[in-house]
């Protein structure tokens, strides 16, 4: 089947520019999950969704991103006013449950991401 | 929160040898750790984990072994191949029954050489 898919591979943005970054997660996975990964860094999370519910937006860097999952299933992370330092690939994951203890439900799968360079 | 080291951050082998690297974490509540590799502008691909309620767990060539005790825990790759030259994250999470955020080491990029 299908993996987790991105959009846009690639973005350039003006600085100051508002962009939005979508993913596609499995069908049927619940959990879904955005990263921020700086080059030659790992990746660092930013937000949580359980269904359409934002159960963990810790990782937000300010209140210029914002991230949505209306109907628990495409997210779209959206950042305002872009600046430099948010130059960056954003991976989006998905996992099939709600966390499962001892099961292979929480493996995250990740989509190829998408590389935002803000000039 | 969480914080994972990883080392080396780079790593050369010759082909046929044995790569080791590995991974600390802070917080002794963590219980499942994953092991990533990224191949150049590629998407994270899971090549193993393990769980707290296991030493060790080997999969072909690949295996994965914890120290809870010393919050330490390493991956091993023998008869290295050309293609396993990749990036490697090691990350850790706490799974308490709701799906919970990885937090990843830097990486550590591996080299096989003929």
């Known amino acids: 089947g299908a993996g987790v898919s991105q959009s846009p591979r690639y973005k350039v943005a003006k600085r100051g520019q508002d962009v939005a970054l979508r993913c596609d997660p499995i069908?049927?996975?619940?959990?879904l999950f955005w990263y921020q990964q700086a080059l030659g860094q790992g990746p660092e999370f930013l937000t949580y969704?359980?269904?359409?519910?934002?159960?963990?937006k810790s990782g937000l860097p300010s209140d210029r991103f914002f991230a949505e999952r209306p109907e628990g299933s495409v997210s779209t992370l959206k950042i305002q006013r872009t600046q430099q330092e948010d130059s960056a690939v954003y991976l989006c994951?998905?996992?099939?449950?709600?966390?499962?203890?001892?099961?292979?439900?929480?493996?995250?799968?990740f989509g190829p991401g998408t590389r935002l360079t803000v000039l | 929160g969480e914080n994972v080291e990883q080392h080396p951050s780079t790593l050369s082998v010759q082909e046929g040898d044995s790569a080791v690297i590995k991974c600390t974490y802070s917080?002794?509540?963590?219980?499942?750790f994953p092991w990533y590799k990224q191949e150049l502008g590629k998407r994270p691909q899971l090549i193993i984990d393990?769980?707290?309620?296991?030493g060790e767990k080997k999969d072909q060539r690949i295996a994965v072994t914890l120290n809870k005790t010393a919050k330490h825990f390493s991956l091993h790759i023998t008869e290295t191949q050309p293609e396993d030259s990749a990036v490697y994250f090691c990350?850790?999470?706490?799974?308490?029954?709701?799906?919970?955020?990885?937090?990843f080491g830097t990486g550590t990029r591996l080299q096989v050489t003929l």
């Open positions: 917080d002794s509540a963590s219980n499942y």
């Open positions: 994951a998905s996992s099939l449950g709600a966390g499962l203890a001892g099961g292979s439900y929480n493996e995250q799968f």
């Open positions: 069908s049927g996975h619940v959990s």
């Open positions: 990350a850790a999470s706490l799974d308490t029954g709701t799906a919970s955020k990885l937090t």
């Open positions: 393990i769980r707290s309620n296991v």
């Open positions: 969704f359980q269904n359409e519910a934002q159960l963990d």
